[in-house]
């Protein structure tokens, strides 16, 4: 693994803060997200197709780059820095990973190149109701029906479904009728479908839009031929969402570093007894500790992402649930710290630091905490 960055994604780098500098500033283009119920296409969204990140992790053959995670988490990193509520997870970690993990030649044809360009919006429908982290026996489940499938059930915390065109819904099946062995699937729902109603759901971040989604005989089709094996899925499923965990570790570094550095500027210019408050050895070691989390968090995280690319499946696993086990925790409780060290005005609407904190905050919850991911590690390697 070699831990600098290329100078083609130190220029990466640069491209995306500038473009979100310009385009997407907190003051005006964040804070007017965070009351609307969904973030999508939008000049932002666009501007980002147009740099090519949309479609970072789509083969070259269906019009995308054909990079991985690492060169990823260069563009998540900077849109954690500013906190951008775009559906970049969503769409190009998530739904581009499971299509092309879980889809047939036919699928990806007919669905990369819409990723990869912007013009369609994906996200991964997993989590159930009252279900947790439970996607391995979902209650949704998908029948045979007018040449297709039809799916019924619920999904909870679907994140940028209102504004997605793509639905991946994580079902189960029965792939010999009602008698036969159940099994698991992916299908895609297209978001017009009959059936389908999408329900946005409140959270402490608005910066992180999600909804709720219920299927009443919604018309599906299933990725990958109708006679592949269930374990199949169920594998692609399983590395789609490692890489949208990984996805939200680098986010989450991208966040935490700018609330250290903007903590770091308001010790240095607040003063208290006519000293800066960083001159006090209880504000230096607030920030130390957050320098720390953010250190460790980052070797995590780009270590996953490096796995993710060149380890084993095994290795990639691993990696991905020692990051997000750190993460959940550490990231959660820097956010927490740096309002300490800004008092009083980190409490307030105006200034910017609580979008980070409620940024951080959702960072430790999706896809699974420290909890889960600690079990799933003792799980591999006991």
């Not at 100078?7 to 907190?26: C, G, T, Y």
């Not at 007018?146 to 619920?154: C, F, M, P, Q």
């Not at 250290?260 to 210019?269: G, I, S, T, W």
């Not at 993710?308 to 710290?337: C, I, P, Q, V």
């Amino acid at each position: 693994m070699d831990a600098e960055l290329s100078d083609d994604q130190e220029m990466l780098r640069a491209s995306v803060r500038r473009f979100l500098s310009e385009r997407a500033p907190i003051g005006t283009y964040v804070r007017a997200a965070l009351d609307a119920t969904s973030v999508g296409h939008d000049p932002v969204w666009d501007g980002l197709a147009d740099l090519g990140v949309v479609g970072l992790m789509v083969p070259e053959a269906h019009g995308g780059a054909g990079r991985g995670m690492v060169d990823a988490a260069v563009v998540l990193e900077e849109l954690g820095r500013a906190v951008c509520p775009a559906p970049f997870l969503s769409s190009a970690i998530g739904a581009v990973c499971l299509v092309s993990a879980a889809g047939g030649d036919l699928d990806r044809a007919a669905l990369l190149p819409r990723l990869a360009d912007g013009s369609a919006i994906g996200t991964v429908a997993w989590m159930e109701p009252g279900r947790r982290y439970a996607w391995t026996t979902p209650s949704s489940a998908a029948r045979r029906g007018g040449g297709g499938w039809i799916l019924d059930g619920a999904k909870a915390h679907v994140a940028d479904a209102e504004a997605a065109d793509l639905l991946l819904v994580v079902a189960a099946h029965r792939d010999g009728g009602p008698a036969g062995p159940a099994g698991l699937g992916v299908f895609v729902v297209e978001a017009e479908a009959r059936g389908l109603r999408v329900t946005p759901t409140p959270g402490v971040d608005g910066t992180r839009k999600e909804a709720s989604v219920e299927l009443d005989g919604v018309p599906a089709t299933r990725l990958g031929h109708d006679a592949s094996p269930s374990a199949a899925a169920s594998a692609a499923i399983g590395l789609a969402l490692d890489r949208m965990m990984v996805a939200s570790v680098i986010d989450g570094v991208g966040a935490a570093s700018r609330a250290l550095e903007l903590a770091v500027e308001y010790a240095k210019e607040r003063f208290q007894f006519e000293r800066p408050i960083g001159a006090f050895q209880a504000v230096q070691h607030l920030c130390a500790d957050m320098l720390r989390a953010v250190e460790l968090g980052r070797a995590a995280g780009y270590y996953a992402c490096w796995a993710a690319d060149a380890a084993s499946a095994e290795e990639a696993r691993r990696a991905a649930a020692l990051a997000k086990a750190y993460a959940s925790d550490a990231f959660a409780e820097l956010g927490g710290t740096a309002i300490q060290v800004f008092g009083g005005i980190g409490f307030t609407w105006e200034h910017d630091i609580h979008l980070f904190y409620k940024r951080l905050l959702s960072v430790s919850v999706m896809l699974g905490g420290t909890d889960e991911h600690l079990a799933a590690l003792a799980d591999l390697v006991l």
